[in-house]
C-alpha cells in the first residue's frame, strides 16, 4: 500500500520488510561497517531515570565517554508497519523529535539504506547542531523484529554557526507482540561536539527520548500512517 501527500518520502522499508517475512531463504546479515557495535561487558546496568505514561526511560555509563547511553522503552497499539512508518518519514522528524527543526534525505541506495541530514535546536547560548548520518535495516526472521540504526558518517560540509556531530549513534528496535500491540525501544548514545551546560544534558537526556517516544505513539495513529500495511500485518500478528 501506497503512502499518499506523504512528503515524497521513500517507503522502501515497508516493502523490504514485507518481502523479507514471505522469503524462505536466510536472511542476510547487515554489517555496519561505518561504526561497529559497542559492546558492554562490563557496563554498568540500566539505572531507571524516568517513567510516565507507559514509558520508562533508562541511563547507563558509556565506555571511554562522560556522556551516559540513553535507552527509552514503550508500547502502542498499533501496527509494526505504521510505526515503522513514521520513522521512516525522514522529512516529518520534526514532529517527532521536538529538538529537530530540519530533516531530509540526503542520499539513498535504493535498498532501503540511506544518508540523512538533521539540525537540531540548542537553547542559548549554546549553538545549534547537525548531524549527517547513515541509517540500516534488519530484520529477526524469529520474532519479526525490525532494527533501524543510525550512525554518524561523513559526506555534507559543515555550516557556518552549526556544530558537526560527529559521534552519534542510535538503534530502534520494533517488535511486533500479541494482540495489535508493537514493544518500541531506543538506545542512544552521543558526544555533542563541544561544551554543553549540565542542565541542558541532565534535561535532554531524559526530556528527549521520552517526548519522542509519546509522539510516535500519537502519530502511528494518525493518518496517513495509520493504515499502512493494517490488513497484512494485523492479520500475521492475530495468528501468533
Known amino acids: 500500500m501506497k503512502l499518499k501527500n506523504w512528503r515524497g518520502c521513500s517507503i522502501t522499508i515497508l516493502k523490504w520488510y514485507k518481502a523479507e517475512k514471505k522469503c524462505d531463504h536466510v536472511l542476510a546479515i ?39 547511553e540513553i535507552k527509552a ?18 522529512p516529518n522528524s520534526t514532529r517527532l523529535n521536538n529538538v529537530i527543526v ?3 534525505i540526503e542520499e539513498s541506495s535504493g535498498s ?3 544518508k540523512a541530514y538533521s ?5 542559548w547560548p549554546v549553538k ?8 540500516k535495516f534488519s530484520l529477526d526472521k524469529e520474532t519479526l523484529a525490525v532494527t533501524i540504526t543510525d550512525v554518524a558518517c561523513k559526506g555534507l560540509p559543515i555550516k557556518k554557526n552549526l556544530i558537526r556531530m560527529t559521534n552519534f549513534r542510535q538503534q530502534w528496535r520494533i517488535t511486533p507482540l500479541n494482540r495489535g500491540v508493537v514493544n518500541i525501544e531506543l538506545i542512544a548514545h552521543s558526544e555533542p561536539g563541544g561544551p554543553i551546560p549540565n542542565w541542558i544534558i541532565n534535561q535532554m537526556s531524559t ?17 496517513p500512517y495509520a493504515s499502512t500495511g493494517l490488513k497484512g500485518i494485523r492479520s500475521q500478528e492475530s495468528n501468533r
Not at 73 to 90: H, M, P, Y
Not at 119 to 123: A, K
Not at 128 to 135: A, G, K, N, Q, T
Request: hydrophobic share 35%.
Open 30 to 68: 547487515i554489517v555496519i561497517l561505518i561504526c561497529p557495535t559497542q559492546t558492554h561487558s562490563a557496563a554498568e546496568e540500566w539505572r531507571l531515570d524516568k517513567s510516565k505514561d507507559g514509558i520508562n526511560v533508562f541511563s547507563r555509563e558509556y565506555p571511554g565517554s562522560e556522556i551516559r
Open 73 to 90: 522503552v514503550t508500547q502502542v497499539k498499533s501496527s509494526i508497519d505504521s510505526v515503522i512508518a513514521v520513522i521512516e518519514d525522514i
Open 102 to 104: 530540519e530533516a531530509r
Open 112 to 114: 532501503g539504506s540511506y
Open 119 to 123: 539540525r537540531m535546536t540548542m537553547p
Open 128 to 135: 545549534d547542531r547537525d548531524i549527517v548520518s547513515c541509517r
Open 207 to 223: 526530556d528527549i527520548p521520552y517526548q519522542t517516544l509519546q509522539n510516535l505513539k500519537i502519530i502511528s495513529l494518525l493518518e
